[in-house]
Nanobody, 125 residues
């Protein structure tokens, strides 16, 4: 059974950095898409960043230029480097993996088969 395990996150001051990582284990092949999502209290989960197996990346407008998504060295590993964090980035962050997605409509939750457990990121001003 595929498991997506996340690490990283925590509490920082505005302007500081954090790094999130995840690994999707027990899957023979490389996932076509892996991405990061976040959820604010009382809101729907929203896309943050995506990387496709061929290297294409996509970002939410709110994080462009500050966040960088990358594949790890091992298969089905994913990182999110978050720089210049803002209080409005405070949310629960989730890693997700998909056997297929559209790089245009990448942030539609229905693409993603597997989800991590979530990790809290808190940015104080």
């Amino acid at each position: 059974e595929v498991q997506v395990v996340q690490s990283g996150g925590g509490s920082v001051q505005a302007g500081e950095s954090l790094r999130l990582s995840c690994v999707a284990s027990e899957y023979t092949y490389s996932f076509y898409c892996m991405g990061w999502f976040r959820q604010f209290p009382g809101k729907e989960r929203e896309g943050v960043a995506l990387i496709v197996r061929n290297g294409i990346t996509r970002y939410a407008d709110s994080v462009k230029g500050r966040f960088t998504v990358s594949q790890g060295n091992a298969k089905n590993t994913l990182n999110l480097q978050m720089n210049s964090l803002k209080p409005e980035d405070t949310a629960m962050y989730y890693c997700a993996a998909s056997t297929y997605c559209s790089d245009t409509y990448w942030d539609r939750l229905g693409w993603y088969n597997y989800w991590g457990q979530g990790t809290q990121v808190t940015v104080s001003s």
